[in-house]
Every structure is written in structure tokens, then in C-alpha cells.
């Protein structure tokens, strides 16, 4: 039953891939039908000198850098706290986890809710705290700093389930014998707990990486790229690229240099899976 | 000694549950929120200053079902994902038993095939899509966002499968067939009641994901076969400002979710890190 799934996957992901290719070597137009216009290697040459597409791929790695980066301290921070709690640990774990089942849309819809600036929660709080009293959203200063903890909050709970898992599994009788010769908590973080928790912390980091890049959906719905750009990553404007441009042999260009980045993750994925002995 | 210590122990505890409170503050108050708001009369809703006491009513429910089309919606939600999942973790069982069981030249290339599909990005995957779709006539189809679903559930499914069948030792398979078992009751019998939690595991994940998308919908589906998360995300757009019948539909996407998700907690870790790290 392996060849014939196989060969059904094949088409679901290797007959798109190698269209994907062909797009970007045509000029693809969606009016009266579809029609495909050879135009060869121009929308590579034309991506690489896009600075509009140059400045969404880096404002993507800052994204990406600050929600994976805190997602990683946070997550792994609380779950340090998690498992030294001696009551209750179960039902904080659970609370913990709820966000990261809800649909990326409905986190950025509640975000844009929390963040009104007439009726939000969120905003209501920072304007009487005297923190911030413009629109969240709307003002280029602090729209990224809101779509990135959007993120934050929805996908933390990821990593901290992860390394939780990670934690259960370090040699409690190191711990204790650790304890006996007086070190002290920081100590043994360091020396026992770290080096035993990091093969699932990186784990942790390369599974978020990868839906890190798959997904768009809370910015999408809370500032689709504005204000003035400042939340414009990759994905987005390839999206506005190919949906609202109907630029779609380029779009596939610039969607093949995300495909790249993703499988320089997946590679990443399978190594240490193999140093884990786990890819049999 | 043993009281000063004892000490110590409490006031440790002390403040790790402020800790804790804190964060379970930070986790909880936006979908606490949501839910309380979704039950909020629209004139609570709109005053400037949030409102935590009110008579709670059903009102943006009804709203949402008479006049929003909801349970359209929602049938479709349930379609998509549903069948899309079914068919995953049928094919996926089947393909990931044979991949745990067989040995061939070039299986990690296969594997490392599988990975990167489930980890491309969507929107580098929706513009091939979206061309043959339309070739096919699969765009604003129910059996259109099945396929497209398929694209990530599948090689997730065949990989989350794998995993689990790898935990099984293959000698109580080859002691049943040893017995005059066939290979296919071998695995049906005596393989596939041993990994039910897997499958289980691998469903509701399956459904997760696909419940919860959003950017495979808002490219593919129309007026025929739009989603929770879509009728979500355009109710904020045409009607303005209707946060109550937002908070409501939100509600409606993420509990189903959230209850199905800790339903599997025990098994999510391997679900979600791809069967990197057992948990418990």
C-alpha cells in the first residue's frame, strides 16, 4: 500500500512543485482564461533586483527572528517553571496550551479586537497606563511589535509543551545527587539539565521555524503589510503579488525562494533526527 | 534545619505560582474575553470603558445563524475537514505501516520528500494550486479545498503514522505470522489495534490544521464553499464594526479545537514534533 499513496502524494505535492518552476519561467495571465507566455529567466532576474521584494525578505527574517526568538525564551522559561511546581501542574499545562488550537485567523481577528483603539481591551489598558495612546495597529511603530506578539501568544505554548517533554525525560537521580554535593539550582541548569534538554530544544526551534513561514494569516487579517509597509513579510507580498497584481509567473519566483528557505528547514529536520536515531 | 529549609521550599513555591499566575493571566485573558464579549449586549459592546458585568444574551449567535448563513459555514468547515482528514489518516496509516516495515535503497530521500511537502510554505503551494484548480474546476469546491487540504494532512499523516509503527517492535507481528497470520492480518490485527492512540492522535491533528485554515480557503473557496474562518475574517470587513458577532464566531472556530486538542495532550508532543520527542 506504500507505492500507491506514494504515488498519490507525488501529485499532490511534486506535480504542483514542478509547476511552481514553469510559472516562474512564463509570464502567467489570468484574463480570458488562463494564458501562459514563455518569458524565461526575467522574473528571476527581475526579483533579484526588486527592492520592494528585497526589503519584504528582510523585514521576514526580523519577524521571524523575533517571534521564534521569543517564542524560544519564553517558551522554554515556562516550562522550567511548569516543572517545578508541586501542585496543579496538569491543569496549568492544559490552560497554557489553549492558544495554540485556535485558528491563526481568530488570534488575529481577537488581536484586532483587543487593539480598537475605541473599544479594545488591550488598547483601553495601555492608554490608562499612559504606555501608548495611539491606534496599535494603525501606527508604524507599534503594528509589528503587535502582529509579532500575536504570534508570541498564540505559539509559545508550542515550545513549552515541547521542552516540558524534554524536562520529564533528564535523569532525576543526577538531579538529587547533584543537590547532595551542593549545587545549586542554576548549577545544575546549566550543567545537567541543559546539556540533556538540548537536543528536544532544537527540536522545538525547528518545528516552529518551519509553520513560522508557513503561515501568514494573523497579519493578513490585522494590517495586510501596512501601515506603510512595515508589515509587509514575504509571504504577503507574494500573495498581493500573484492575487492583487495578478503577477502570478512572478509571484511563483518569488514563491520558490520561500520553498528553498523551507527546505533548508526540512533538512535541518532530518538531520537531527537521524543524530537522534530516531530516522530508521 | 529541616523548618528553615521547609521554608525556603514554600516561599520557592510562592513565588513560582505569582509566576505562573502571570502568565496564565497573559494565556487567558484575550480568549476569556472573547468568549464573555461574545455574550455581551451590543450596547456593553460599545462603551469606551470595558464592561465586565452585564445580562448575558445569545443575541450575535442567533445573528449569526438567521441572518449570517452560519451553519452553511459550518457544514463546509465540517466537509472539508472532516473528509479531508479521513481520507489523510486512512491513506497515512496504511503508508506509514508500510514505510516503518519495509527497507530500500534511497528511504531517506523518500522520507526527506515527505517532510519538506508538509512543511512547504502555503503560500508558495496556493499559486500552482489555484492555476490547475482552475483548469479542473476545483476552485470554490468543497472537493477543491479536500485536495488542497490533503497537501499538508497527508504527508503529515504518513509521517506521524510511521513514527508511531516504529515504536511497535515487528516481532509480534512476525510471532502472528509465524502463527499462519497473513501480512495484511498481521497488521491489521495485531499491528493496528496497538497504535490506536496514534491514529487518534494523528485525526484530530489533521483536523486541526485543517479547521483552522485560513489561507488554502481565502484563495480557493467562494460563495459554494466558504469556511468558519473565512466567514470570520470578512464579517469584520463588510459589516464593520460588529465585534459581538466576531467574538461569537470566534468562540464557535476555537472550543470545538481546544477541547479535541487536550482530549490527546499525552500524544501531542510526538504529533507535533513530527515523532522528534516522545512525551510522558
Known sequence: ????????????????FFYIIWMSLNTVSLINGISFDFAGLTNWTRMFTDVIVGAAWARAALYFVATVGLEMILGVAIALLIHELVWGKNLALSLILLPMFMAPVIVGLLGRFLTDSSYGLY???????????KDILGTSSSALAAVILMDVWEWTPLIVLIVLAGLASVNQYVIEAAKVDGANYLERLRHIVAPSIAGVVIV?????????????????????????????IIPIR???TAFRFFDLGYAAAIGLGMLVFS???ANAFVRILESRGLAK | M????????????VILYAILFLVLLWTLVPILWMVLSSFKPGVAQLSPTPVFFFRPTLQHYTALFTGGNLGAYFINSVLAAGISTIIAVSLGTLAGYGLARSHFRGKQHVAFWIISTRMAPIAAIVLPLFILFRYVNLLDSIPGLIVAYLTFNLPFAIWIMNAFFQDL??????????????????FYR??????????????ILCLVFSWNDYAFAATFAGPNSQTLPIAAAQLNTQTGLSWGQLTAIGTIVVLPMMIVGLAVRRYLVKGLTLGAVTGE
Open chain 1, 1 to 16: 500500500m506504500l507505492l500507491p499513496v506514494l504515488l498519490l502524494l507525488a501529485v499532490l505535492s511534486l506535480f504542483p
Open chain 1, 123 to 133: 488598547a483601553f489598558a495601555l492608554r490608562e497606563l499612559g504606555i501608548f495612546e
Open chain 1, 204 to 232: 522545538a526551534l525547528l518545528v516552529r521555524s518551519m509553520d513560522a513561514i508557513r503561515y501568514f494569516d494573523i497579519i493578513t487579517v490585522t494590517t495586510n503589510g501596512g501601515p506603510g509597509n512595515t508589515t509587509k
Open chain 1, 238 to 240: 507574494l500573495y498581493e
Open chain 1, 263 to 265: 527546505i533548508l528547514v
Open chain 2, 2 to 13: 529541616t523548618a528553615s529549609s521547609s521554608n525556603r521550599g514554600m516561599g520557592k513555591q
Open chain 2, 169 to 186: 517492535p515487528p516481532s509480534l507481528e512476525e510471532a502472528a505470522m509465524v502463527d499462519g497470520a497473513s501480512r495484511f492480518q498481521a
Open chain 2, 190 to 203: 495485531v499491528a493496528l489495534p496497538l497504535v490506536t492512540p496514534g491514529i487518534v492522535t494523528t485525526a
